[in-house]
């Protein structure tokens, strides 16, 4: 399914270091929120989306505020 809206590749950052692997990402779904953003923007490519979903209100607030 998400290969026919485009996508070549999802990776479960459970099962492999997403920024070990030194890749730019074009979106970057975070539905943990376990992280900063601040690596995650580092692993997105020039035009890449980060969004979030749900996550503690601190963390929501800081990302908001600070973009980190």
Do not use: C, F
């Not at 996508?7 to 979106?27: K, P, S």
């Amino acid at each position: 399914h998400s290969q026919a809206s485009g996508q070549r590749r999802i990776v479960n950052y459970t099962r492999e270091d997403v920024m070990a692997r030194g890749a730019e990402y074009d979106l970057i779904l975070d539905v943990v929120d376990v992280r900063s953003i601040a690596p995650w923007k580092r692993a997105l490519g020039s035009s890449g989306i980060y969004v979030s979903v749900g996550g503690s209100v601190a963390h929501i607030a800081k990302t908001l505020m600070l973009g980190a």
